[in-house]
């Protein structure tokens, strides 16, 4: 009896402090990409059409691919990108593996990136593979 007196006082708990656990400091909103993707493309084993995609941070490295129509979306998980980027805008890279254009990194600006795990730009220039930056908007990324 306690204990689901307890787990009741948790979850009202979690559900009432829930819109500040996704709130960013100073009231800010949070980063979200825009993008459109002129190509079908892949983000993991999962295949996405050409169109319209807003992309937001989920939780810690993880970040959510949504389409603007439809509803087709995915969660995804990213690592770090140890070197900043040259270019300063905000984009997208794909690196097209086996004919299918697979997303693999977010930039939301020159210092601010995230890698998606597999093959990298690297590893595919040896086997002749080729890399599609898509440029991109974003709000809320300084």
């Known amino acids: 009896m306690k204990s689901a007196a307890l787990a009741a006082r948790v979850a009202l708990g979690l559900l009432l402090i829930s819109p500040w656990l996704n709130a960013q400091p100073n009231g800010h909103a949070p980063s979200m990409i825009t993008v459109d993707v002129p190509f079908d493309f892949m983000v993991g084993h999962a295949m996405f059409p050409a169109g319209h995609y807003t992309v937001k941070p989920?939780?810690?490295?993880t970040f959510r691919l949504q389409a603007t129509r439809g509803r087709a979306s995915i969660t995804f998980a990213t690592g770090p990108i140890s070197t900043p980027s040259p270019a300063g805008a905000t984009r997208l890279i794909f690196l097209q593996e086996n004919r299918h254009y697979q997303l693999r990194e977010l930039w939301m600006n020159s210092a601010i990136g995230a890698r998606i795990p597999g093959l990298q730009a690297?590893?595919?220039?040896t086997v002749?593979?080729?890399r599609v930056e898509v440029p991109a908007s974003c709000t809320a990324c300084n």
């Open 58 to 61: 989920a939780g810690s490295r």
């Open 122 to 125: 690297e590893q595919l220039r």
């Open 128 to 130: 002749g593979e080729s």
